[in-house]
Every structure is written in C-alpha cells, then in structure tokens.
C-alpha cells in the first residue's frame, strides 16, 4: 500500500501538461497548466507537501517524463490506459478533470501501472518496431506492383513469386505507354527502396542479438521451432523482464487467453482479448504454425541448439515435441487450424516464458 501525503495527477500532451495534486492531511486540492516543460512540473511537484507520488497515462509521450521523476527521487506510476475506472455516467471530459480523476485513483491506490521500460529496452524496441512497419509497407509496396500487371493480364508463371527469378522476370517488362511504364517503374522502384531498407534493419538487428545484453535469452529462445533470430529478439525487447510473468499468464499479457462474460450459474467464453503487446502476439501466431509440420529437427535447429545451453536445448527439444503433438490432436479433432494455431501460439509463449527466465 502506498503511502504519500500529496497524490499528483497529470494529463500530458505533446504541447500542455495539466497537473492536479491532492493533500492527503489537509485535503487542499492543487491545481495547474504549463507546457510541455518535464523540468518545470518536477520542480513543482517538489515544491509540494512531501512525500509525493505521481501518476499519468501511458502513451504517446513516452516515458521521458517519469525518468526524470525517478531521477529526482519523486515515485512516478505510468499507468495502463485501458485499467483505468471511469465514471459510467461522467459525461464531460477536460485535462483538468482528467488529471482530477488519475490524482483520485492514485490516492486510493487503484492504478494499474505499466513497466517503464530502460533506454537501452525502449531503443531495441523502436528498432524492432521500425522494422515491422517497414515489413507492411513492404508487403504494402509488393501488392501494388503485382495488381498493377494484373489489371493489365500479366501474370507471371513461375513458382514463387518475389525470387530471384520473379525480379529478373519484373526488369524485363515492357509497355507501350509511357504513362504506364512510368506507373510500373515507380512501383518497382519502391518495392526495391523497401527491401533495401527492411535488409539493413535485419542486419542491424541480427548484430544487436548477439552483442547486447538480450543475446542470451534469444539463443535459449531460438531452441524452439519458428523463433529465429529476428523473432527471438523481437519477442526478447517487446516483453522486456520475464520475470513478471508465469507460465500461465504470459499468455494474457500478449491477449491470447479467450474472452469470457460469466454470470451467476452462465459461463460464456468467446474470441481472444487481443490486448497486449501486439506485437509480440503476432511474431508467436506466426511462430507456432511452424509446429504444424512434421517434426525432424534439421541442421539449422541442430545449430542453433549447439549455441545454447544443453539444458535450453532439451528443454527446447521437449516444447517442440509437445506443440507439434499438441497439433495432431486437433488436427485429429478436426480443429479449424486458425483456431488450433492460436492455442498453439498461447502455449507457446509459456514455452519462450519458460526458456526466457531459466538461468544461463
């Protein structure tokens, strides 16, 4: 429980922070507006009845501010938009309000905090996700410039598209109208500059997994099927300390626990939450489709075992018997294989939750 004499709300924006701060021994409630100047609501803050607590909604912002709180020895809570208690028949909503609202939850110590993640964390992260949305707009760019020689009946006749192959098959079209082959040459020409881009992501990413302090839990991770490099250190920076977590619940963190509206003597379960790390939802769903296939571990798992612990490695070993047997059994039940992988997928990630927090 905590305990604090001045309990502090602020609604942050990127240009105004409105502050509401809560005497706990005199019930004087402390209003007040600047702008964007994280320097000038510390010093304010401290200027306060102490000891004081602060809170704000995660978001946009980032977490600069409550660095800088925690620097200045100021307890700061980041808390998790989607926990908050609103008022069901609260119909205005100001800064003012709302930073009344947040200093309220605060002092009763109903806030849902988020982890604050380090520097070094929040800038792998921005990488990671710099290169996932590098890889839409690639797939983005690649869906234009085939639709655009369709639409025209071109078609190309070979195995797999995006080879090398298929590139030397593009260079060579050529079209009568100007305005077209202008149209197909910027399409390629974007497909190229975002490839380029997503390469030397990967290879920034690839060093950063064997030379910063995640490379060991992305080698223990890479002892499961479906989790390469790339994916490992995704999954690595998104969840960030897996000591928080268990087995069971890592798997509500990343939103793929079903939904559930009990009541009385009724149970009703529906769809997963999907809240969570997005991100890290998406790199496990695509991860366990790999455990659909027959398991044989081939000389690229043999390697990656190799690199890590032998431990890691049988543990590893183990999970990927388990997934794929966990797949013949709903393929047995004649499971829809969306929803088989997402069970796959929850189970999953307690596997990389298990391998992540075991020691080196």
Same mark, same amino acid.
């Given at each position: 429980?905590?305990?604090?004499? !001045?309990?502090?709300?602020?609604?942050?924006?990127?240009?105004?922070?409105?502050?509401?701060?809560?005497?706990?021994?005199?019930?004087?409630?402390?209003?007040?507006?600047?702008?964007?100047?994280?320097?000038?609501?510390?010093?304010w803050v401290r200027s306060l009845p102490q000891p004081?607590?602060?809170?704000?909604?995660?978001?946009?912002?980032?977490?600069? #501010?409550?660095?800088?709180?925690?620097?200045?020895?100021?307890?700061?809570?980041?808390?998790?938009? +989607?926990?908050?208690?609103?008022?069901?028949?609260?119909?205005?909503?100001?800064?003012?309000r709302d930073a009344m609202h947040l200093a309220r939850? #605060?002092?009763?110590?109903?806030?849902?905090?988020?982890?604050?993640?380090?520097?070094?964390?929040?800038?792998?992260?921005?990488?990671? /996700?710099?290169?996932?949305?590098?890889?839409?707009?690639?797939?983005?760019? *690649?869906? *234009?410039? +085939?639709?655009?020689? %369709?639409?025209?009946?071109?078609?190309?006749?070979?195995? @797999?598209?995006? !080879? =090398?192959?298929?590139?030397?098959?593009?260079?060579?079209?050529?079209?009568?109208?100007?305005? %077209?082959?202008?149209?197909?040459?910027?399409?390629?020409?974007?497909?190229? @500059?975002?490839?380029?881009?997503?390469?030397?992501?990967?290879?920034?990413?690839? @060093?950063?997994?064997?030379?910063?302090?995640?490379?060991?839990?992305?080698?223990?991770?890479?002892?499961?099927?479906?989790?390469?490099?790339?994916?490992?250190?995704?999954?690595?920076?998104?969840? =960030?300390?897996?000591? *928080?977590?268990?087995?069971? +619940?890592?798997?509500?963190?990343? =939103?793929?626990?079903?939904?559930?509206? +009990?009541?009385?003597?009724?149970?009703?379960? =529906?769809?997963? !939450?999907? !809240?969570?790390?997005?991100?890290?939802?998406?790199?496990?769903?695509?991860?366990?489709?790999?455990?659909?296939?027959?398991? *044989?571990?081939?000389?690229?798992?043999?390697?990656?075992?190799?690199?890590?612990?032998? %431990?890691?490695?049988? /543990?590893?070993?183990d999970g990927n018997r388990r997934l794929h047997h966990?797949?013949?059994?709903?393929?047995? /039940?004649?499971?829809?294989?969306?929803?088989?992988?997402?069970?796959?997928? /929850?189970?999953?990630?307690?596997?990389?939750?298990?391998?992540?927090?075991?020691?080196?």
């Amino acid at each position: 429980m905590r305990i604090q004499r !001045t309990s502090v709300g602020l609604d942050v924006h990127a240009r105004s922070v409105v502050a509401c701060a809560i005497d706990e021994d005199t019930g004087e409630v402390l209003r007040h507006r600047f702008g964007y100047d994280p320097a000038a609501v510390v010093e304010w803050v401290r200027s306060l009845p102490q000891p004081a607590a602060v809170t704000y909604e995660a978001g946009p912002t980032g977490f600069a #501010l409550a660095r800088l709180f925690t620097a200045s020895g100021i307890e700061c809570v980041v808390a998790a938009p +989607s926990k908050l208690q609103r008022p069901v028949g609260d119909r205005v909503k100001t800064d003012a309000r709302d930073a009344m609202h947040l200093a309220r939850l #605060l002092r009763l110590g109903e806030i849902v905090a988020v982890a604050v993640p380090s520097i070094e964390q929040e800038t792998a992260r921005d990488l990671v /996700r710099a290169r996932e949305d590098n890889r839409g707009e690639l797939m983005a760019a *690649r869906h *234009r410039l +085939s639709k655009l020689l %369709l639409r025209h009946g071109i078609i190309y006749d070979g195995k @797999q598209a995006w !080879t =090398g192959a298929h590139d030397a098959w593009l260079r060579r079209q050529r079209f009568d109208h100007a305005g %077209l082959q202008a149209a197909f040459d910027a399409d390629y020409e974007a497909v190229q @500059q975002v490839r380029a881009r997503k390469d030397r992501l990967d290879a920034i990413i690839e @060093q950063m997994a064997t030379t910063s302090d995640y490379a060991p839990v992305v080698r223990r991770l890479g002892c499961l099927r479906g989790i390469s490099t790339l994916t490992g250190f995704g999954l690595a920076v998104e969840i =960030g300390n897996w000591e *928080r977590f268990t087995g069971s +619940s890592i798997g509500a963190f990343v =939103g793929l626990v079903p939904s559930e509206h +009990s009541s009385g003597q009724s149970r009703s379960q =529906g769809s997963i !939450t999907k !809240t969570g790390n997005t991100h890290a939802r998406r790199l496990l769903v695509e991860a366990a489709w790999h455990h659909r296939k027959a398991y *044989r571990p081939g000389a690229v798992m043999q390697a990656r075992w190799a690199a890590a612990p032998s %431990l890691a490695a049988s /543990r590893g070993d183990d999970g990927n018997r388990r997934l794929h047997h966990k797949w013949q059994h709903f393929t047995a /039940r004649k499971k829809r294989p969306t929803i088989a992988n997402v069970a796959i997928a /929850r189970e999953l990630a307690g596997w990389c939750w298990s391998l992540a927090v075991m020691p080196d």
